[in-house]
């Protein structure tokens, strides 16, 4: 008969006297751990995992580069102004660039040039719904926000990704970019375009195609030729980006600009772009 250790009762359970022990929280497997994981000590492990879990699912899809597609949450198809034609125009853009870019494109089962937003309404549903329309896959980085931001039902359920950390969302936004397209928008999207613009004019990221849609628009938000001006940029730093008033534009100024569709399966991922 085996001896009863001094952590079993006589039934066999726990000894009453290890209860608080196994109470503990300092008892609690770490990985299973809400609390710990969540304290402060862990924030680095906790942009570890956001970076982590969107690149596996993205490797297991065979994305290989992005086409990022930016704009305002709050733009409906049947809101006022030239809301729906920048509704329409950004729906239409997500379905050329995915038949013609690459994104359905399965040899060597990767795929290129596949449309990115931030998973939200508006502008980023209607390139989401473009790319659901043309058969194509499409991702949604979405992050966490007190209102606002929610999953739009177009991106692909599997590449529809939530995050905490604006940083880590950035991050994978802009590590496969071949291109950037921006609609109108408001602060969020200002932001985004000053992000990409900065590690372009920095060299942390290899030049990409910048395309703002609807000049008239961004010329009266934001005149950056004003910052030529006062020598806070460079003249060429004007270069970085161009303009484009319909969706079949804006394919062509990236094509223009050295986009390259449908990639061939042999090309490295820093070849076709992307921050590494």
Known sequence: MAEKTSA????????????????????RLAALDEDFLLGDSMRGVRFMLEYAKAEQ??????????????GSARVRPDGPGRQPYWHAQAREFGRIASQRGGALHTAAQTRDNVIATGGGHGIMGAANQGAHEAGAPSIGFNITLPREQEPNPWATPELTFRFHYFAIRKMHLAMRANALVIFPGGFGTLD????????????KAPRLPIVLFDEAYWR?????????????????????????????????????????????????????????
């Open 8 to 27: 079993q009762d006589d039934s066999g359970g726990p000894d009453p006297q290890n209860e608080a022990h196994i109470a503990s929280p300092s008892y």
């Open 57 to 70: 699912l993205l490797r297991e899809w065979g994305v290989r580069s992005t086409i990022v597609v930016f």
């Open 192 to 203: 985004e375009l000053f992000e990409l613009l900065t590690l372009v004019q920095t060299g």
């Open 220 to 276: 009266a938000v934001v005149n950056l030729e004003v910052l030529a001006e006062h020598g806070m940029i460079a003249p060429t730093d004007l270069d970085l980006f161009s303009f484009a008033d319909d969706a079949e534009s804006v394919w062509s100024r990236l094509i223009d600009s050295g986009l390259k569709a449908h990639t061939g399966p042999l090309e490295s991922q820093e070849k076709t772009g992307g921050l590494t």
